[in-house]
């Protein structure tokens, strides 16, 4: 971050980010995911520091990040769609930390693909033939398997269908009513007004407006978006 940014979220808020290309965004998420690590400054859950080293260190405190590039950073591509699902929970369930309970590595896929509605032959198939939006409802699911404080959401349905959008922004909604704080980055304007309670505007690193979901207009926030809203 080229500036200090700060803010809070609060459970069961869905919090959305905007601002253009460069504006910052996608660095903030990873610092929060443990991606990167920050020189200054700090980061606190539930009142209490947090010391993110690590994305597991971000994992382990409930912090969960479903990254912009989905392909690259998201799926593990040769991986089954049960694997990429798993992966995340795995070392909880594994017995003595290193053996695969084969019943619950089953049983939870099973479980997430029913419960989000992932269209796949099988648990069994990999997760590079399905579609974008069947890959995301994957990722989320991984998320789904761990304790859950925080979700981190970077361009959540970019390259994905309509329908599939659908059923991931009920996804949201349905974490936030449960009380998981979700923040949300997009690009699509559209989509962080559409799904956000709070918008947070950055321009060049820093936050430049607060804007609350019943006065969230296209034009102010592109305004704020803009690099000369900062002089």
């Known amino acids: 971050m080229r500036e200090p940014v700060s803010f809070s979220v609060r459970h069961g808020e869905m919090l959305g980010f905007f601002g253009l290309v460069g504006a910052g965004r996608t660095e903030l998420l990873r610092l929060l995911s443990g991606l990167e690590r920050h020189s200054t400054g700090h980061i606190s859950l539930d009142g209490k520091p947090l010391h993110l080293r690590t994305p597991r260190d971000a994992i382990d405190a409930g912090i969960l990040l479903c990254p912009e590039d989905r392909k690259k950073e998201g799926i593990v591509p040769l991986g089954s769609v049960a694997e990429n699902i798993n992966i995340g929970a795995r070392p909880a369930h594994a017995r003595f930390g290193c053996l695969l309970?084969?019943?619950?590595?089953?049983?939870?896929?099973?479980?997430?693909?029913?419960?989000?509605?992932?269209?796949?032959?099988?648990?069994?198939?990999?997760?590079?033939?399905?579609?974008?939006?069947?890959?995301?409802?994957?990722?989320?699911?991984?998320?789904?398997?761990?304790p859950m404080k925080v979700l981190l959401l970077d361009e959540p349905t970019r390259g994905i269908d309509i329908g599939a959008k659908s059923e991931i922004y009920q996804i949201i909604h349905n974490l936030a009513a449960d009380g998981v704080a979700v923040i949300v980055v997009s690009s699509d304007l559209m989509e962080v007004i559409g799904i956000s309670d709070r918008i947070l505007v950055m321009s060049e690193g820093a936050l430049t407006g607060e804007v609350m979901r019943a006065e969230a207009e296209e034009p102010r926030l592109l305004q704020l978006a803009l690099p000369r809203a900062r002089q």
């Open 101 to 146: 309970r084969r019943p619950w590595e089953r049983s939870n896929a099973e479980k997430q693909i029913r419960a989000l509605n992932v269209k796949t032959p099988s648990a069994d198939q990999a997760i590079l033939y399905l579609s974008g939006g069947n890959q995301q409802k994957a990722i989320l699911g991984r998320w789904l398997s761990l």
